[in-house]
């Protein structure tokens, strides 16, 4: 297990010192050098050891995350770069933000010219950037209305507001009654909302009292939800991703989406569909609803909508869902910025013209092949392997020599990053920019490290 890094009063003062004049001198001198050398000048980190890295986030930082111990410097397509220079395949591209791999020249393009013209007016104003990104975003995923935030948890607060101010304007649910029905294991961020539905103790231990209005069905269970449709009156909503990424990339029986898409119609109930990590081409299609032909009657999206390069998300619904928001009623300082939205309109085109959704099916067909046969191999390391396009879940056996943590530290060694969830899954996400050659490269790199167990 990975220990503590050492920290002491004297690599806090000489990582204060550094950093201080490392920012000073590129805070003051680095615009007039770029313009008159074309050089690229040392970023804020620069000149600090790995260990100095590791012991400040830890000193300064919370300790809300578990990281591996690498530091990363550069990301560039499929590939990041540690502080040595090491070069890594990246498997998780920040939790999927990175679909369209890092730094890609085309949404870097967007954000260099964009940065240099505006980047915030708030939506006290009209800008010249909302309206043809709102228009491009509709279109691209068939709905009447978008409306931009900034993180994915925000997509979904944003989402339960509509569902309950149309439950109440639109469907007659008694004011203050209104419910949203979520899966077990559902995961859409670390608000009180999100953790009041959560299932997860981890997320939820002494973070009470939890809001009231969610009500939890089993996930792939459309028997179960057909029930509580049936039982409850005052349902807004039904709030689900079309796979569940966090709690360990859980695929739902064929048909289900379908399912849930006709009983929400029946019973007069939004669908809301949190494809802030399943959408935008990471399963081999441009939504995972995709697969079922399926359209929500709420679409969240968020990480890969910039390509990870700002915190962009969205809420698309029909006018009718809406237009229950009046001035006043909702709204966010940075929501529809006009960086996010040349970003994300650079980043969606990147993924449209680039075909990455093919491409993504076509690598994780692959992978996910070579990983079966590894599994029959090693079935005492792997019980399992799931997912569709480049969202693939490693289930670890139980009894495995090896358990998901140090598989991912074995990994990195060999040149590989990914991260357990929930102890015995290892989530394979790599951007969906990656070549057949890299694929191959990530396949062997999995199997000599599974193997060697
Ligand atoms: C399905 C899903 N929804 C929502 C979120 C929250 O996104 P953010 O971390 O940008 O708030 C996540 C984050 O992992 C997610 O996986």
């Known amino acids: 297990m990975w220990r503590r890094a050492p920290s002491s009063p004297a690599l806090r003062a000489a990582s204060s010192r550094r950093w201080a004049s490392s920012v000073a001198s590129s805070h003051a001198s680095s615009r007039a ?49 540690d502080t040595d ?26 954000l260099t010219r964009q940065a240099q013209q505006m980047t915030l007016a708030s939506r006290a104003f009209h800008t010249e950037q909302l309206g043809p990104f709102s228009r491009f975003v509709c279109e691209y995923f068939g709905y009447d209305r978008v409306l931009p935030m900034n993180t994915g948890v925000e997509a979904g607060e944003t989402a339960i507001k509509l569902a309950r101010r149309w439950a109440y304007t639109v469907k007659g649910v008694p004011d203050g009654e209104a419910k949203v029905i979520f899966a077990k294991g559902n995961f859409w961020g670390r608000t009180l909302n999100a ?28 028997a179960a939800l057909r029930e509580m449709l049936r039982r409850e009156p005052n349902v807004a909503a039904v709030m689900l991703e079309p796979i569940q990424g966090e709690a360990g990339i859980v695929v739902p029986p064929e048909g ?73 009623s909702h709204g966010s300082t940075f929501g529809g910025n006009p960086l996010g939205c040349a970003v994300a309109t650079a980043a969606l085109e ?20 070579g990983l079966k046969r590894l599994q029959q191999e090693r079935p005492d390391v792997l019980a399992d392997v799931r997912g569709k396009g480049l969202l693939i879940g490693m289930v670890i056996n139980e009894a495995s020599p090896i358990d998901a943590w140090s598989l991912c530290l074995k990994l990195m060694e060999a040149g590989l990053l990914a991260k357990p969830t929930h102890d015995t899954i290892v989530r394979l996400a790599p951007p969906l920019v990656i070549t057949s050659e890299q694929a191959a490269q990530q396949l062997d790199i999995l199997s000599a490290v599974i193997e060697s167990v």
């Open 195 to 222: 953790i009041s539905s959560s299932s997860d103790p981890v997320a939820r231990k002494h973070f009470g009292p939890f809001c009231p209005g969610s009500e939890l069905v089993g996930y792939g269970d459309s």
């Open 256 to 328: 289900y989406l379908r399912e849930v898409r006709e009983l929400c119609t029946e019973h007069n109930v939004l669908f809301i569909a949190d494809e802030v990590q399943t959408g935008l081409g990471r399963t081999g299609k441009r939504l995972a609803l995709d697969h079922e032909n399926v359209q929500a009657d709420i679409l969240l999206l968020g990480k890969a909508l910039s390509g990870g390069v700002m915190p962009v998300s969205a809420v698309l619904a029909s006018h009718e869902v809406m237009d229950v928001l009046t001035p006043g």
């Open 33 to 81: 050098l770029e313009q008159f050398m074309g050089k690229r000048l040392p970023t804020v980190g620069a000149g600090f050891s790995k260990e100095e890295l590791i012991a400040l986030e830890h000193d300064y930082g919370a300790h809300n995350y578990h990281p591996l111990p690498v530091v990363l410097s550069k990301g560039s397509g499929a590939y990041v770069f």
């Open 85 to 110: 220079g090491k070069r890594y395949f990246d498997c998780l591209s920040a939790y999927s933000a990175v679909n369209q791999g890092h730094c890609h020249p085309k949404i870097i393009g967007a």
């Open 350 to 369: 990147v993924l449209r013209d680039e075909g990455l959704a093919e491409n993504a099916h076509r690598q994780g067909v692959f992978l996910r092949e």
